[in-house]
């Protein structure tokens, strides 16, 4: 866009995704740099906790701007803002120090057959609109699909000792080497869909899919965060043949620690559905 203030649009053919970022040569945003005077340093990027924006705000600012630019959202759910960084500034000692992005991040939950789609590691899946807190302005947009999906009729499992075990092997992600042990449960199982990429070794491409899955939350999740504990979900596919693959690694570190989940109640739930794949 030939405007100030104006935006570049990127299409990934391949993959089927659409970004918006600033059009660097019309924006004159705020001072970025460190100032430092007498050996103390101030970050011009760096929010005070009073002075981050209102949920409400951040939100009605990125319905605002893909509205504007016409963005489909009927596959979505309502933006909910990432405050992810708020366990880390709780958990501070000096929260005067603790850094706070100007930089806000809205998610629309992408949504398939009414139902939510999570990463591997138990995150959203979907639109994310990076918000400019300063000026409250959005400076891109990541995640917009412009796929249609196929099905694949994958055997569902439904025997709950199977999932039970599996579950408790802490299906996450590692980051570190774990420190301690820290004992958690889970609850509240639902069904969704997790995005999974299928790496092919003969050709070393990647494919993108979209398997049902069970979704279990993290009890008592505020008092783990202490922990160390950052992921509040825990997501299983029920595809049988990608829990066979699960069955046979070791159990997955959670960062940076390496919990024990245990009395993980789930019901038995029958695949009904088949696991979809993207046509981009």
């Known amino acids: 866009e030939d405007r100030d203030k104006g935006y570049i649009i990127n299409v990934d053919m391949l993959g089927g995704y659409v970004s918006i970022s600033e059009n660097y040569s019309k924006w004159h945003t705020l001072r970025t740099e460190i100032d430092c005077v007498n050996g103390m340093c101030s970050d011009p990027n760096m929010l005070s906790i009073d002075e981050v924006p209102e949920d409400n705000q951040l939100t009605s600012v990125s319905d605002a ?23 880390g500034y709780e958990a501070a000692e000096d929260k005067s120090a603790f850094y706070i992005s100007n930089i806000q991040t809205v998610v629309y939950q992408l949504m398939i057959n009414d139902k939510p789609v999570y990463e591997e590691y138990g995150e959203p899946m979907g639109i994310r609109v990076n918000i400019n807190t300063q000026e409250m302005k959005v400076t891109n947009v990541e995640g917009i699909m412009t796929k249609t999906f196929s099905g694949s009729a994958y055997e569902g499992e439904t025997d709950e000792a199977r999932l039970r075990a599996i579950i408790e092997k802490a299906r996450m992600v590692e980051y570190a080497e774990p420190t301690k042990t820290v004992d958690g449960e889970l609850e509240n199982a639902t069904l969704g869909y997790m995005r999974r990429w299928q790496y092919n070794e003969t050709n070393g491409n990647s494919t993108e899919i979209f398997v049902p899955a069970i979704i279990v939350e993290v009890k008592d999740y505020e008092r783990l965060q202490s922990e160390g504990l950052w992921q509040s979900k825990v997501v299983i596919p029920l595809a049988k043949e990608m829990l066979s693959e699960l069955e046979n690694q070791e159990p997955i570190q959670i960062m940076p620690f390496e919990p024990m989940f245990k009395d993980a109640v789930i019901n038995p739930v029958p695949m009904s559905e088949p696991a979809v794949e993207p046509r981009g």
């Open 65 to 87: 701007f893909l509205k504007e630019y016409g963005i489909d959202m009927s596959s979505y759910g309502d933006g909910v803002v990432d405050s992810r960084w708020r366990m």
